[in-house]
T-cell receptor, first 113, second 116 residues
Framework: AQSVSQHNHHVILSEAASLELGCNYS??????LFWYVQYPGQHLQLLLK??????LVKGIKGFEAEFIKSKFSFNLRKPSVQWSDTAEYFCALRYSSASKIIFGSGTRLSIRP | DSGVTQTPKHLITATGQRVTLRCSPR?????VYWYQQSLDQGLQFLIQ???????AKGNILERFSAQQFPDLHSELNLSSLELGDSALYFCASSTGTSGAFSDEQFFGPGTRLTVL
C-alpha cells in the first residue's frame, strides 16, 4: 500500500542550526509531493510542493526540498532555523493516478532560542 | 487567516450521538476537502467535493457522510459517534477549476470534536 514515512518524530535544534527532515514514500509511479506546516494552535499551511521538473523545490520562509526519485525521498531543508520555525511538519503524497492524498505522521520541530 | 471558516470551533457530545460540522470555503473556491487529525491516526484525508459533487474519497467511515451545497459550503455529518471519533476535523478549499487534487489547498482552523 502507498505510504509516507517521517522517521523523525521530534527534532530539537538551536537557533541558526541547519535543518533536514526526512520523508520517504512507497509508490513506484508518478507522484505529487507536499510539505505542510502547522504552527501551534493554527491550521495547516503549504510550505512547498513538487509536481514535476526541477527536483529542487523552493518554498516559503526559506524552506526547500529535494525530490530524489531513486531514493523515494523528499526531504525538507532549511540552512538556518529560527525560533519561529517551531511547529509540526507534515510530508504528503498524492499519486497522480488517484485523487486522495496521504500524509505522514508528522515531525514536531522545537527550536531552542 | 486562510479565508476558510469552520463552525463550531469546539463540540462536545456523547457516544451514539450525531453531529454536523460546517465549512465555508474561500470565495470562489469550488473544491472542499475534509480531513481528520487524531493522535493515533494522524492526519487523514476523508473526502473531497467539487462544485457539489463528490470527487474523491479517502478513509471515511460509513458512519460519516458529507455534502456540498449550491452556495458551495459543505457539511460533514458524523453519526453513531464513538470515543475514537474524537479528533480535530479540518476543512480545506482550493480554487482549481478542474478540481485536480494537486491544486493548493487552504485550510480552515478546524473543529475540535470530543466524544465522551
Amino acid at each position: 500500500a502507498q505510504s509516507v514515512s517521517q522517521h523523525n518524530h521530534h527534532v530539537i535544534l538551536s537557533e541558526a542550526a541547519s535543518l533536514e527532515l526526512g520523508c520517504n514514500y512507497s509508490y513506484g509511479g508518478t507522484v505529487n509531493l507536499f510539505w505542510y506546516v502547522q504552527y501551534p494552535g493554527q491550521h495547516l499551511q503549504l510550505l512547498l510542493k513538487y509536481f514535476s521538473g526541477d527536483p529542487l523545490v523552493k518554498g516559503i520562509k526559506g524552506f526547500e526540498a529535494e525530490f530524489i526519485k531513486s531514493k523515494f525521498s523528499f526531504n525538507l531543508r532549511k540552512p538556518s532555523v529560527q525560533w519561529s520555525d517551531t511547529a509540526e511538519y507534515f510530508c504528503a503524497l498524492r499519486y497522480s493516478s488517484a485523487s486522495k492524498i496521504i500524509f505522514g505522521s508528522g515531525t514536531r520541530l522545537s527550536i531552542r532560542p | 487567516d486562510s479565508g476558510v471558516t469552520q463552525t463550531p470551533k469546539h463540540l462536545i457530545t456523547a457516544t451514539g450521538q450525531r453531529v454536523t460540522l460546517r465549512c465555508s470555503p474561500r470565495s470562489g473556491d469550488l473544491s472542499v476537502y475534509w480531513y481528520q487529525q487524531s493522535l493515533d491516526q494522524g492526519l487523514q484525508f476523508l473526502i473531497q467535493y467539487y462544485n457539489g459533487e463528490e470527487r474523491a474519497k479517502g478513509n471515511i467511515l460509513e458512519r460519516f457522510s458529507a455534502q456540498q451545497f449550491p452556495d458551495l459550503h459543505s457539511e460533514l455529518n458524523l453519526s453513531s459517534l464513538e470515543l475514537g471519533d474524537s479528533a480535530l476535523y479540518f476543512c480545506a478549499s482550493s480554487t482549481g477549476t478542474s478540481g485536480a487534487f494537486s491544486d493548493e489547498q487552504f485550510f480552515g482552523p478546524g473543529t475540535r470534536l470530543t466524544v465522551l
